[in-house]
């Protein structure tokens, strides 16, 4: 089976531009989270999604949103683009938001650079 | 809001030698999940092990083990018989167990670049 997928690998581009990430599961998973990691720090959690429906938000500006798709794919949406948007964004699967834990499998990352 | 520390930015080890990796955090949730996940180049984020915060017994995976010490707050990892494999950034990161709680996502810690000397 494959893993969770991202789209595109890199992208560039300027300051107050828009951006759209692609994301998609790994096949049988529902729920799409999405987290930020900026050069020599550690991820930080953006959005998380379930059956179509956003269940969590992280420390983020409203310049950033999301929405799942009913394949469960998912995008990431950033307006306005500021130098400090730079960072790997990841994109993490897993089955389905539950009461027991569910083990989060993660992407490779779309490197954005804002110039 | 939970905090990771990891006050390590790089540890160094000697191939087949022995390594512990530190990390403390900060909750004031009493049921919780721990991680240890390690990002080779490739940036792709991998699981190495896990401790459930209610489970007294340190979990362990082949080379991997950790010791969890719930009272002080603390999670180091230990990888024996280290390997050039094993070179990555190491995150330690939490999770709520909370009902619900998972929708809060990871929160990790800065990392430690391990460096594995042949």
């Known amino acids: 089976d494959a893993g969770v997928t991202q789209s595109p690998t890199h992208l560039i581009k300027t300051r107050g531009q828009h951006v759209t990430l692609r994301c998609s599961p790994i096949?049988?998973?529902?729920?799409v989270s999405w987290y930020q990691q900026v050069l020599g720090q550690g991820p930080q959690f953006i959005f998380q999604?379930?059956?179509?429906?956003?269940?969590g938000r992280g420390n983020f500006p409203d310049r950033f949103s999301a929405r799942q798709f009913p394949n469960y794919s998912s995008e990431l949406n950033v307006n306005a683009l500021l130098l400090g948007d730079s960072a790997l964004y990841l994109c993490a699967s897993s089955l389905g938001q539950a009461l027991t834990y569910n083990e989060q499998f993660f992407g490779p990352g779309t490197r954005l650079t804002v110039l | 809001a939970q905090t990771v520390t990891q006050s390590q930015p790089e540890m160094s080890v000697q191939e087949a030698e022995t390594v512990t990796l530190s990390c403390t955090y900060d909750?004031?949730?009493?049921?919780?999940?721990l991680f240890w996940y390690k990002q080779p180049p490739s940036r792709q984020m991998i699981l190495v092990i896990r401790q459930e915060a209610y489970k007294q017994q340190n979990a362990t995976e082949n080379r991997f083990s950790v010791n969890f010490q719930k009272a002080a707050k603390s999670f180091s990892l230990k990888i024996s018989d280290s390997q050039l494999g094993d070179a990555a950034m190491y995150f330690c990161a939490y999770r709520s167990a909370a009902p619900g709680g998972g929708a809060d996502g990871l929160t990790f810690g800065k990392g430690t670049h391990l460096i594995i000397q042949p």
């Open positions: 096949s049988g998973h529902k729920s």
């Open positions: 999604y379930y059956e179509k429906e956003e269940r």
């Open positions: 909750t004031s949730e009493s049921d919780y999940y």
